[in-house]
């Protein structure tokens, strides 16, 4: 069965609107979880480390006020993009670092700004 | 950043056939993984690759870390159908959890 779970899987909204995202470890508790972008065509770009009890660690060019990134629990990481515009339409993907180093990855939110 | 050149960008096949993918870097990486993405959804990982002349096949799918580190093959034998995606190499260095990927390779099997 899945091990990450994402939610929603498909999202669509107006531009100036936040938009959350939630990453779920269902196997294990994970201290990190990341977070990445696809846009169409192209290939995964990491854009946060996300880090239990702890502020997220950014890539480079990643606006942490815009992408918000909550890890509350060994089990749940949230995504919230603010004030999204359509530049920000993308495909995003966590993953979980599980064990045996392993990642697994979720299934993927698709967020359509308008 | 780091890149990975992954090769070809696309290929179309008729079943049946082997196909052959590779990904260089021209930095060392200390893991390679080999992932599947099908449309709207979350890559899903193949093989896993931890060490330096490493071989380790998967069903229909085989893969090699280098020798140099600096690059890794995916082959896939006798193609179905179902082997249609994109094919993503991913690498990390000594130390860090952090994943370059590779621009994937976008593979068509014709029945």
């Known amino acids: 069965g899945a091990v990450v779970s994402q939610h929603p899987s498909r999202v669509i909204c107006k531009s100036g609107t936040s938009v959350k995202i939630e990453c779920r470890s269902l196997?294990?508790?994970?201290?990190?979880m990341f977070w990445y972008r696809q846009f169409p065509k192209q290939s995964l770009m990491l854009m946060a480390t996300s880090n239990e009890g702890s502020k997220a660690t950014y890539e480079q060019g990643v606006e942490k006020d815009k992408f918000l990134i909550n890890h509350a629990s060994l089990t749940l990481s949230t995504l919230t993009v603010t004030s999204a515009h359509p530049e920000d339409s993308s495909f995003y993907i966590c993953s979980v670092r599980g064990r045996n180093e392993k990642l697994f990855f979720g299934s993927g939110t698709q967020l359509s700004v308008l | 950043g780091q890149q990975l050149n992954q090769s070809p960008q696309s290929m179309f096949i008729q079943e049946g056939e082997d196909v052959s993918m590779n990904c260089t870097s021209s930095s060392i990486f200390n893991t390679w993984l080999w992932y599947k993405q099908d449309p709207g959804e979350g890559p899903v990982l193949l093989i896993a690759?931890?060490?330096?002349?490493e071989l380790t096949s998967n069903g229909r799918l085989t893969a090699q870390f280098g020798i140099t580190r600096k690059d890794s093959f995916l082959n896939i034998s006798a193609s179905i159908p179902s082997d249609v995606g994109i094919y993503f190499c991913a690498g990390a260095q000594g130390g860090s959890e952090k994943l370059v990927f590779g621009k994937g390779t976008k593979l068509t099997v014709n029945p």
């Open positions: 690759l931890y060490k330096a002349g």
């Open positions: 196997d294990f508790q994970a201290t990190t």
